[in-house]
């Protein structure tokens, strides 16, 4: 088979069944390999690990297959890893088991976990004889830990340059590095990989998204998307009436994400003659960076009370011509700013408001949650962010707008693209949807799983996340060897080791060089990745740093993270002993 063989047109949807199960096979070896969240050793054992995966392939004459001789035949693959054996082999990985079972072959973790580190719950032992941090020979490996056929073996790379003069074709080429990928991943669908608005995707959307990949409608002209426009619209439509169901004419536009979002209600604000940016000291740093770009004034920062912006400090500073912008779901503690108070002081000063709502805005599926987002439809818009809070893979933001007009001001015209007599002629104009010319056709995979789940049963994860947050906040509470920041508004707990606040009898705490190498130890045993968030909570109000579980796994239990909370105790001990000892800190 052809390895320039095309994905759409007559027989693209065939091709693409041959070569998926081969990327599925090598993201499944890799998972196998990996073991746990993340690959052990830290960024310089991944960098050599990958230098020692890259080369010339071995000529396949040596393992006597002359189909593959011309470079288009797939190589033999290992059998894939038994379902019970990795915690992540199915495709996105949204509904795999909690933890991944002891028998998941560990070789990557020798040499590079710390010994003063426990050992990860979900891992075996690594033999002695591994020398790479998630690779324990140079070629693939089966399921149980053993080589793979000659055939795979002969096509691996082992000394290439990135760029190799002769391909090895498409199945083989899927294959390696599908498995080298996964192998060096940080795995978000373990749930000792919580360190970030990080989530893993829904297997829907990873499906539909092969879909859209391969039809590759680009969103800047109709005639390059007509179907995928058209659901664009309705998807938009829909999620603009979400954001303000009373609203006469609301409507809302595909992003990369919160960061751009955050830049558009900046942009419309500016348009409309707003040019002071005001937000809490809670804000994402993107607010600061929109300014910026926009070539606005560096925004005015509020003090915050527990990580929620001070309406009473935001009344007195606020005056016409400044956009606030408030946050629903801040990224260090998932906290909601008291959105109806600052709408209302927004209205007496004659300011504008833009609401943060890439994490928390998608609780306005849940009839639980939806009260925690009152007032965010006073906003004049409103930042979404469906690869947290929804599951999409990357990237899945949403701009809304409480008045369609608004956006007339991301119009532009170019004559290839959206000349006047054809949009005089009832051609849809694509152009004026964005900032970007081409862009992905986002909105189907994010069509798809609302349609495949509902608003209700995209609602029900949000409050399944919320509530096993609240349970582990709970455990975190009553452990003897943790402190915890507060209680969860959302999915994000907060937590800091007690032995980084214990003198000991020199007079000394760990202090938050203690918690920062807590973190590191873990994420470099390859045993799990956690967060960090500076916040105000020490002496006079100096900042502190904590640690932080950002739990976006939509069928985990607080039950597995309970291992983690030990391991984390566990760690700072063995941290502190040896920093102690030694006169340079790991």
């Given at each position: 088979m052809r390895a320039d063989g095309l994905a759409g047109g007559q027989g693209g949807a065939d091709r693409l069944a041959e070569l998926i199960p081969a990327a599925l096979r090598g993201m499944a070896a890799g998972i196998a390999e990996r073991g746990g969240p993340v690959p052990a050793g830290g960024p310089a054992a991944v960098a050599a690990a990958l230098v020692a995966e890259r080369g010339e392939p071995a000529p396949v004459a040596e393992v006597g297959d002359p189909a593959a001789a011309t470079?288009?035949?797939?190589?033999?693959?290992?059998?894939?890893?038994?379902?019970?054996?990795?915690?992540?082999?199915?495709?996105?990985?949204?509904?795999?088991?909690?933890?991944?079972?002891?028998?998941?072959?560990?070789?990557?973790?020798?040499?590079?976990?710390?010994?003063?580190?426990?050992?990860?719950?979900?891992?075996?032992?690594?033999?002695a004889a591994a020398t790479?941090?998630?690779?324990?020979?140079?070629?693939?490996?089966?399921?149980r830990g053993g080589r793979a056929p000659a055939a795979a073996v002969a096509t691996v790379p082992?000394?290439?340059?990135?760029?190799?003069?002769?391909?090895?074709?498409?199945?083989?080429?899927?294959?390696?590095?599908?498995?080298?990928?996964?192998?060096?991943s940080a795995d978000p669908a373990d749930?000792?990989?919580?360190?970030?608005?990080?989530?893993?995707p829904l297997a829907v959307s990873v499906a539909a998204d092969v879909v859209a990949s391969a039809l590759n409608p680009s969103m800047d002209s109709w005639d390059q998307a007509p179907v995928a426009s058209e659901l664009e619209r309705e998807f938009t439509a829909g999620i603009a009436r979400l954001c303000y169901p009373d609203a006469e004419n609301p409507d809302a536009v595909v992003t990369t994400g919160g960061t751009e979002s955050n830049l558009l209600g900046l942009l419309?604000?500016?348009?409309?003659?707003?040019?002071?940016?005001?937000?809490?000291?809670?804000?994402?740093?993107?607010?600061?960076?929109?300014?910026?770009?926009l070539g606005l004034p560096a925004p005015i920062v509020v003090p915050c009370e527990g990580d929620r912006l001070l309406p009473g400090a935001l009344d007195k500073i606020l005056t016409p011509g400044c956009v606030v912008v408030a946050t629903a779901g801040t990224t260090n503690t998932g906290t909601l700013d008291p959105l109806p108070e600052i709408a209302r002081i927004c209205r007496r000063h004659d300011a504008r408001l833009h609401v943060d709502a890439a994490y928390g805005g998608t609780a306005l599926c849940s009839d639980t949650l939806r009260t925690k987002l009152a007032g965010l439809d006073l906003a004049d818009s409103v930042a979404l962010d469906l690869h947290k809070f929804g599951w999409q893979p990357v990237a899945a933001g949403l701009f809304a707008a409480r008045d369609a007009t608004d956006l007339g001001a991301l119009t532009v015209r170019a004559e290839y693209l959206n000349a006047d007599d054809d949009t005089e002629a009832g051609l849809p104009d694509l152009l004026g949807r964005s900032i970007r010319t081409s862009r992905r056709p986002d909105a189907f995979r994010m069509a798809v799983?609302?349609?495949?789940?509902?608003?209700?049963?995209?609602?029900?994860?949000?409050?399944?996340?919320?509530?096993?947050a609240a349970e582990v906040a709970r455990h975190v509470?009553?452990?003897?060897?943790?402190?915890?920041?507060?209680?969860?508004?959302?999915?994000?707990?907060?937590?800091r080791p007690v032995l980084a606040d214990e003198t000991d009898k020199t007079?000394?705490?760990?202090?938050?060089?203690?918690?920062?190498?807590?973190?590191?130890?873990?994420?470099?045993?390859?045993?799990?990745?956690?967060?960090?968030?500076?916040?105000?909570?020490?002496?006079?109000?100096?900042?502190?740093?904590?640690?932080k579980l950002t739990l976006l796994h939509p069928h985990t239990t607080a039950a597995d993270y309970v291992p983690l909370l030990d391991r984390i105790v566990a760690t700072a001990g063995a941290e502190l002993v040896a920093g102690r000892e030694s006169p340079v800190a790991s």
């Open positions: 470079g288009d035949a797939a190589a033999e693959p290992g059998p894939a890893p038994a379902a019970e054996e990795t915690a992540g082999a199915r495709l996105a990985g949204a509904d795999h088991a909690a933890a991944a079972p002891a028998a998941v072959p560990a070789s990557h973790r020798a040499a590079a976990a710390p010994a003063a580190v426990p050992a990860p719950h979900h891992a075996a032992t690594a033999p790479t941090p998630y690779r324990a020979a140079p070629g693939p490996v089966s399921g082992s000394r290439t340059p990135a760029l190799p003069r002769r391909g090895v074709g498409a199945e083989a080429a899927l294959e390696q590095l599908s498995r080298l990928l996964a192998a060096g749930p000792a990989c919580a360190a970030h608005l990080h989530c893993p419309l604000a500016r348009e409309n003659g707003i040019v002071q940016p005001v937000c809490g000291a809670n804000a994402h740093h993107s607010v600061a960076r929109a300014a910026w770009l799983t609302v349609h495949a789940l509902g608003t209700d049963g995209l609602g029900a994860l949000v409050e399944r996340c919320c509530a096993t509470d009553d452990h003897p060897g943790l402190r915890l920041w507060g209680p969860p508004e959302l999915s994000t707990v907060v937590l007079g000394e705490t760990g202090g938050d060089e203690l918690v920062a190498r807590v973190r590191r130890a873990l994420l470099e045993a390859g045993t799990a990745v956690i967060g960090r968030a500076a916040l105000p909570t020490g002496p006079g109000g100096a900042h502190q740093l904590w640690l």
